[in-house]
């Protein structure tokens, strides 16, 4: 393949600096600095910096007709200490790269090292390099910042390293590849009095309790959903360590998750509606609101063919999967402006999985990655 020695060594090069050097989600302005700067000297036709944040898009265009497709990595590490001992484990405390955001990166930016001399035929290639993919923010941003107008693709790819797949498998699905998922915070109020009077205040306990079973019901309730659907509850409060004090406010809050988007309105409609009626039987404020939305990621059928013609043309191993993953990714908002896909590599059978302490991108599987963006890129623009 077109993976030279040279390639292949800058690549996981440039990799091990961005593992060194991690930045949380929406303040990736040093690792866009390095991307840019790498990038600039891979010919693009065009760089577009701080799009929907610190985002950067490479645009190699042919000047001919044809579609825009844009191949797409994430800037962002997680809040997480690294265990790992490596010289080139992160030098900052309590933020890692435990997704593999460093590997995306460094395979996209390896793909720009083989574009500066296999430009596109026809149509325009993009590379973007998106901000804040771990919170579920940053895609939005970019695609409703104004400087991606100029962008509008009408193909979208993006991968995933999995970890529990063999090494370099290429996981193809068509249709709900990743749910949706969205974090929703329940707040009641109530009327905090002496533990010794608790007639004179009026406590949430009761519709506290009522309102975590409730919820916990919801996803078994029949007939509802037409897919999977999963709510946990990840964090409840009531009151304070106070012994002398009848609460007088609580907290719930619940991850929901489902494989449609379809299902999810149901899932929160029907959630909020528990709320809401329990806060009337008991005469308790509530205030519901939510965070960390993610809308599914739907495989179109024509950009799932035309990764699996690019497993072929990588020779690599296709992992077909029956059940969408549970987990979000904020890819999924590519899905309905444009014809998307998201395919996974597996990071090998026993690696660490991902958002683990000991966890590390497997530098063995970004010649995987670059030769299937090269190949769905060559499908679509011709780059060869
Ligand atoms: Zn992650
Ligand atoms: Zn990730």
Redesign the pocket.
Known sequence: MLLTNDIAKKTIQLRRTLHANPELSGKEKETAIRIKDFLAGQAPDAIIDNIGGYGIAALYDSGRDGPTVLLRA?LDALPIDEVNTFPYRSQTTGVSHK???DG?MAILAGLSMILKTHRPKKGRLVLLFQPE??NGQGANKVINDSKFRSIQPDYAFAL?NLPGYKKNGVVVKEGPFAAASKGLIVELKGQSSHAAHPEEGHSPVSMFCELIAGMNRLPDIGGQFRDFSLLTIIHARLGEVAFGTNPGKATVMATLRTFLNSDMTTLYTKAVELARDLGEKHGIKTHISTTEEFPATINDTQATEIIRNAVSLSSAATANITEPFRWS?DFGHFSPITKSALFGIGAGQDHPR?HNHDYDFPDDIIETGISMFYHIADQLVNVT
Request: aromatic content about 0%.
């Open positions: 994430d997704c593999g955001h995306h993919e771990e995933h990714e991902l």
